[in-house]
C-alpha cells in the first residue's frame, strides 16, 4: 500500500491558502466589448451600422464556448475576477513544480540518511 506524501505538505499548504485568500472572486474566460444590434424597430444608431456598444464574457464549458452579457457596472469587477483568475493559474503552476521538487527532495533525504559526526 502507498502511502500519500503529497496529504502531509502543510508548509505548502499555508503559503497556498495565503495566496489563494485575497484572489476571489475568480474566473476563467475573456471580456470583449462588442457591438451588437438592438431590438427596437426604428433606432437609429442600428439602423446607421453603428449599433449599440456591449461587454461579453466568453467562457468554456465542458469543451463548448458560449457568450454572457456584462452589464455596464460590473465590467470592472469581471475584468478583476479575469486578473484573479489567471493569478491563480500562475500559482497552480508554480506550486504543481514546488511540490514534486519538496516531495523529491524527502525522498532522497529518507533514502540517504546523513552519517552523523
Not at 35 to 53: E, M, T, V, Y
Not at 71 to 84: C, T
Request: charged share 35%; with cysteine.
Amino acid at each position: 500500500m502507498r502511502e500519500n506524501r503529497f496529504a502531509d505538505n502543510n508548509k505548502l499548504k499555508e503559503k497556498w491558502s495565503r495566496q489563494m485568500r485575497d484572489l476571489w472572486p475568480a474566473i476563467k474566460g475573456s471580456l470583449a466589448q462588442v457591438r451588437k444590434p438592438c431590438i427596437r424597430k426604428n433606432c437609429q444608431a442600428c439602423a446607421s451600422g453603428q449599433k449599440h456598444l456591449a461587454w461579453m464574457l466568453s467562457v468554456s464549458e465542458k469543451g463548448r464556448r458560449s457568450t454572457l452579457y456584462v452589464r455596464e457596472v460590473l465590467v470592472a469587477q469581471v475584468k478583476q475576477a479575469i486578473k484573479n483568475g489567471r493569478k491563480i493559474e500562475e500559482l497552480l503552476q508554480k506550486s504543481a513544480v514546488e511540490l514534486v521538487k519538496q516531495h523529491r527532495r524527502a525522498a532522497k533525504n529518507n533514502r540517504d540518511p546523513k552519517p552523523k559526526s
